[in-house]
């Protein structure tokens, strides 16, 4: 019997292999393969382990273009960082789309993370004000990180702020984050400095809205990814109900962004707020930014196709590498 081989790449492998740039590109051109209806990605299964305080997600995608299959295993215990453990485990499989043959299993964490921020990457592209230079990222810890690495990549960020309930893990980010970025970032100590923000994201746990709508300005642009429940949200209703509102996929916010079911189960709009899909705006089928004075926003739930762009790049770096180490089935 013939023995398949796979590769397998650690947490550490994927950030040496997929730069943010990558990723954004990647990301992007998966988005418009959604919005228009290249890719089969059916609804992610939701395991709820309430005793536990967890969720399980388990999310499967396929793109034709690729000619390729993957599948997630996110493990998300929100106790975890109490017992000094990080808050989500995750694997990614990439498999061929034409033998259906594994190619690779590799860290979902890290991945991720790279994904998601290459989201907000993609969405501040088109729809942050082409002069934005400073930056607020709501979330110290790898989400976060990514966030703003993805603003930096799309816009020429001057400064930025960070704000977290652990001023310790907050002051880590900004000494971190600001090395790596060459910009000084700075540990939020009110929300009044959200008065010089142009672009904000936010990428935490939070059930209810991390900050209060009267401290954003016109003009700014806002990415929303830490909440994925229904009965969680990260934004204020008033700044969601008067913001152009961009979604990664109409389906999966619908069903899952707390963010959009709250106000909807308010009345305070209905489905047809959201403006578009941030493939339709790529594709230049709805307008971007239509003036300096509009607040956009930017819901994303997570799409399996970001996972599968991105592991597709670390794949076949890896190849390119010989990074990694191989697995006989």
Do not use: W
């Not at 984050?177 to 929300?191: C, E, R, T």
């Not at 619908?254 to 941030?278: T, V």
Request: hydrophobic share 40%; with cysteine.
């Amino acid at each position: 019997m013939r023995k398949e081989k796979i590769i397998f790449l650690s947490a550490e492998d994927i950030r040496n292999l997929v730069s943010m740039k990558e990723a954004i590109d990647a990301v992007e051109s998966a988005f418009l393969q959604l919005s228009y209806g290249k890719a089969v990605v059916p609804m992610r299964t939701t395991i709820n382990i309430q005793e536990k305080d967890a969720t399980s997600l388990i999310m499967p995608a396929y793109l034709p273009e690729e000619n390729q299959i993957s599948l997630k295993l996110i493990n998300l215990y929100n106790q975890n960082p109490e017992k000094g453990l990080p808050l989500a485990y995750s694997l990614v499989i990439l498999a061929d789309g034409e033998t259906g043959k594994p190619l690779a299993v590799m860290d979902g964490g890290s991945l991720t993370a790279i994904r998601t921020g290459a989201a907000s990457g993609v969405a501040t592209k088109y729809l942050a004000r082409e002069d934005s230079s400073v930056a607020a990222v709501f979330g110290a810890g790898v989400q976060g990180r990514t966030q703003l690495e993805a603003l930096c990549n799309v816009r020429d960020i001057k400064k930025a702020y960070v704000f977290d309930i652990s001023k310790e893990k907050a002051k880590n980010f900004a000494e971190e984050m600001g090395k790596k970025l060459s910009i000084p970032v700075y540990v939020a100590d009110s929300y009044s400095v959200l008065q010089e923000v142009d672009i904000l994201s936010t990428a935490t746990t939070s059930k209810e809205p991390v900050f209060s709508p009267e401290f954003i300005r016109p003009g700014t642009h806002i990415n929303a990814v830490g909440s994925y429940k229904p009965s969680g949200r990260e934004i204020p209703e008033e700044i969601v109900s008067k913001a152009k509102l961009v979604v990664d996929h109409r389906e999966s916010c619908l069903e899952e962004a707390g963010d959009i079911l709250i106000p909807i189960k308010k009345g305070l709009f209905d489905e047809s707020h959201i403006f578009a899909e941030i493939g339709e705006i790529i594709a230049r089928e709805k307008p971007a930014r239509e003036n300096r004075e509009e607040i956009t926003f930017f819901k994303s739930v997570g799409n399996a196709v970001q996972d599968l762009v991105t592991a597709k790049i670390a794949y076949e770096k890896a190849l390119r590498t010989s990074t990694g180490f191989t697995i006989t089935l």
